[in-house]
């Protein structure tokens, strides 16, 4: 499984929390793993260079410089989880299928085809991102036997 990280925010020390694309925030105590990964320490000799680190374009982990960054995959693994981000309804429905289509085992392109839709209409979704019409998104979850039940509290 992978984890994808959409935000990280640096705290006191060398604490950082990171929310994930599941609406995880995750917080880690980056002293954790001195004794395990030495060069890190520099992260707590030198507060700037700890500040300068950011996500990678892919969102699976952070990076301060050439020499130092640390996956998303040991935060989400090592960290406590401190809240959860609420979703928009186009996020949610967005997991779902991410979530429907890899428990099938079946690939973007392989649900496109299922659903006889555009691949990228399928990604839009998953992100978040897209608008898909209610029949649209029908045709998607009923081209792998699933059926769209709205329940409003």
């Given amino acids: 499984m992978f984890v994808k ?3 990280v925010e640096f705290l006191e020390d060398v604490k ?3 929310t994930f694309k599941d609406g995880k925030i995750i ?3 980056m002293s954790c793993v001195f004794d395990k990964f030495p060069q890190l320490r520099k992260l707590r000799e030198d507060r700037e260079l700890f500040l ?9 982990g952070v990076i301060w410089n050439d020499q130092l960054d640390f996956s998303a995959m040991s935060i989400y693994a090592g960290g406590e989880i401190v809240g959860e981000k609420e979703h928009t309804l186009s996020e949610s429905i967005g997991m ?3 979530k429907t289509r890899e428990d099938l085992n079946l690939t973007q392109v392989d649900l496109a085809k299922l659903a006889n839709v555009d691949q990228a209409d399928i990604s839009k979704i998953e992100k978040g991102s897209g608008n898909p019409t209610l029949a ?3 045709k ?3 081209s792998i036997g699933k ?6 509290e």
């Fill in 5 to 7: 990280a959409i935000k």
């Fill in 16 to 18: 950082l929390d990171m």
């Fill in 27 to 29: 917080r880690y105590d």
């Fill in 52 to 60: 300068s680190g950011h996500l990678d374009k892919g969102g699976y």
């Fill in 96 to 98: 779902l299928l991410l």
């Fill in 136 to 138: 649209k998104l029908e």
């Fill in 140 to 142: 998607i979850f009923n």
């Fill in 147 to 152: 059926k769209i039940i709205i329940n409003i």
